[in-house]
């Protein structure tokens, strides 16, 4: 609004939108009926979807496809010139006819009634019969002498497919503060109670895409590899330390721990999500390392003849500095972490706060209850080889002390020879700095993995329709289902975007697949491996159409290299940045070049003669309301059925809004 008054008259407010992972989709449906299409539409509409949107957690729903029932007026302009009447008598005929109006009341001293006009539209007679003129005496004109009135369907504006089949499509956004998971948990069992009330309807929700598929999947490997640490991390701790009990109080140390993170977690309102399971992954080692330390003082003191108290105390006192050092130096590497400005910020710090509270907790229980526990159950070992456990841990200590003497005569090696290692050293270092330098290694935020899923974008020219758009799509979508490595085809014809960073308005030149392969030991191909022969087959059998794809991941991708031109001449800068995509194109590896700005989607301009229009008292405003009428229509008015309420839409027919001369002959 501050820069609205530096702008030219012409240009529309501009449209803000937050850009944010929490605007994407998370859940893409078909929804199919052996009802009639109109009907199923408006069941959708007024049945279905507003159950949904009750679900907790549930932001927005998008539509795509169907068949909206609207009732047409086309009006016939030759009959218009011959009854002398304008398109704005017929619209403004219709529009004061169909209206239902509160008269005010009938009232005594006793009584209180209240008076209502009844007019709005119950069948398409009603609106044929509406009087627009009176020529002559004697001689009306109806809507029905200069139009026909149709029940028909509201003019396409998205198709959408699942697999080939038609259906309308859902596409489903979460609030920003809710959970994901527990909302497509909602979704899934409310679409399941919608479609047992309507199985004599055949009603069918097909989930096409569920984002939380991919989160549950991750959570549940995590969670999967936690216990596998736990596990992994006791028998390490049985072999090293050759003791049940000492393994027994390592084992209770890492849950103690872990439900202090628990509770700080709740206190700040954190959920098990993939990041706080993973800090929680990565700090089983961290957690041992202060209770193992411990424990082995404590036990050598043991082994020394001590009771089990003094020895407690005594271990414990020794090599307390050196437990905190130990610690603080895991502390001080993810605190940083709380103060990224980053784009993932948010996650990131979950991350840190859980592992520094963790960490530091293990500190606590390592001064206090591995301690308390050596001193209850701790036991002086003397391993003798009367079970096979024991010859085990023996032979293991034998093979242990061989590696350790090896590394005693490395490090005596290493020590006579100080500059040569030295010299090692820095040359491995050099050669790090060397990799890094050189862009050997990669770097992106966040590896998407081979989840099999990826988004393909067909945009056509920008002339193209919608019918047209759809049946060329079509023949797209049939080639790619043809495909023995897709399981899945999602399509969205000239709908809004599912990407980041849409506004919720789609294009007619534009359509959107979401593609799901089949598991990766089902195929013999990677995800991206097979979008590059995809599109090099989708280019040689589809030349005209320009193919751009992405893959699906946990987290959304966008362009990785955006470069910014401006200056003041804008046929320069637009004639810079062709010349400058024409350069990165021939770049290798450079891939699906686009410029941010493109050229208006061609239109035809009607100029008004302000001399002429005085002379035959027409304005500015009249002129366009007409034009606006005739080429998009008025549907100010409804017919109303059974308590629902339809559009009534009044235009020109179809075949006097075509092309060029439609509109000069337009009157």
Do not use: C
Not at 158 to 186: C, F, H, P, T, W
Not at 205 to 226: K, Q
Not at 570 to 588: H, R, S
């Amino acid at each position: 609004d501050n820069i609205r008054k530096d702008l030219p008259a012409e240009i529309e407010s501009p449209i803000m939108s937050k850009i944010s992972p929490n605007d994407l989709p998370i859940i893409s449906i078909s929804a199919t009926s052996n009802l009639p299409a109109t009907e199923f539409y408006q069941k959708m509409k007024d049945e279905y979807l507003p159950q949904i949107q009750q679900i907790k957690g549930v932001a927005e729903i998008t539509l795509l496809g169907g068949e909206e029932r609207e009732i047409q007026v086309k009006v016939n302009q030759n009959k218009l010139k011959l009854y002398k009447i304008s398109l704005s008598q017929v619209v403004e005929s219709i529009n004061r006819s169909g209206i239902d109006l509160p008269a005010g009341k009938a009232q005594t001293d006793k009584e209180n009634n209240s008076v209502r006009l009844i007019g709005k539209f119950a069948t398409i007679d009603d609106i044929m019969n509406v009087q627009i003129a009176m020529q002559a005496p004697g001689m009306p004109v109806y809507v029905k002498d200069v139009a026909s009135v149709i029940d028909g369907v509201k003019e396409i504006n998205s198709v959408s497919r699942y697999n080939g089949v038609n259906g309308i499509g859902l596409m489903l956004k979460k609030q920003g503060d809710a959970n994901a998971v527990e909302v497509s948990k909602l979704v899934h069992a409310k679409l399941k109670q919608i479609e047992s009330v309507n199985s004599k309807y055949d009603v069918k929700f097909i989930i096409a895409d569920d984002s939380t598929d991919m989160t549950i999947a991750a959570v549940n490997s995590v969670v999967d590899d936690l216990i596998l640490a736990v596990i992994l991390v006791s028998l390490v701790m049985f072999l090293f330390l050759r003791s049940y009990r000492n393994s027994l109080i390592v084992l209770i140390a890492i849950p103690t721990s872990l439900i202090s993170a628990f509770s700080v977690m709740w206190l700040m309102g954190f959920t098990l999500n993939l990041m706080t399971l993973l800090a929680m992954s990565l700090i089983i080692g961290i957690l041992v390392d202060d209770a193992i330390v411990i424990l082995e003082n404590i036990q050598r003191h043991l082994d020394m003849g001590k009771d089990k108290a003094s020895a407690a105390l005594e271990g414990r006192m020794e090599i307390g500095f050196s437990a905190i050092s130990i610690t603080l130096v895991d502390v001080v590497v993810f605190l940083p972490i709380l103060f990224l400005q980053v784009f993932v910020a948010d996650m990131l710090k979950q991350f840190s706060i859980v592992v520094i509270t963790s960490t530091l907790t293990s500190l606590l229980v390592g001064f206090t209850l591995v301690p308390w526990l050596a001193s209850r159950i701790g036991k002086k070992e003397d391993l003798q080889p009367t079970n096979f456990i024991n010859r085990f841990l023996l032979w293991f200590e034998e093979q242990l002390t061989t590696f350790i003497n090896w590394y005693g005569h490395q490090l005596e090696w290493v020590l006579r020879h100080k500059l040569i290692f030295t010299g090692i050293v820095l040359l491995l270092l050099i050669i790090t700095v060397g990799i890094m330098k050189q862009g050997i290694i990669g770097k992106e935020m966040m590896s998407t993995g081979d989840q099999g899923k990826f988004r393909l974008n067909l945009e056509y020219d920008k002339t193209t329709t919608v019918q047209e758009n759809n049946i060329r799509t079509q023949k797209v979508e049939n080639f790619i289902l043809q495909q023995p490595e897709v399981a899945s085809l999602f399509s969205n014809i000239a709908g809004p975007s599912s990407g980041i960073g849409s506004l919720g308005v789609g294009s007619p030149n534009i359509s959107e697949f979401t593609i799901q392969l089949k598991p990766e030991k089902e195929r013999n191909i990677k995800t991206e491996a097979f979008m590059k022969s995809l599109r090099e087959e989708l280019k040689k059998e589809f030349p005209s159409v320009n193919f751009s794809m992405a893959v699906l991941g946990l987290l959304p991708k966008q362009a990785p290299i955006k470069i910014t031109l401006s200056g003041s001449n804008l046929n320069l800068v637009m004639k810079t940045g062709n010349e400058l995509k024409a350069i990165i194109e021939q770049i290798p590896g450079a891939d699906n070049v686009q410029l941010s700005v493109e050229e208006g989607s061609p239109e035809y301009k009607v100029i008004p003669d302000k001399d002429k229009m005085q002379r035959l008292g027409l304005t500015t405003a009249y002129v366009g309301l007409n034009l606006r009428t005739a080429f998009t229509g008025n549907d100010d008015a409804t017919l109303t059925e059974n308590g629902t309420e339809f559009p009534v839409r009044i235009w020109l027919d179809d075949f006097d809004r075509k092309n060029y001369e439609d509109v000069q002959r337009l009157s």
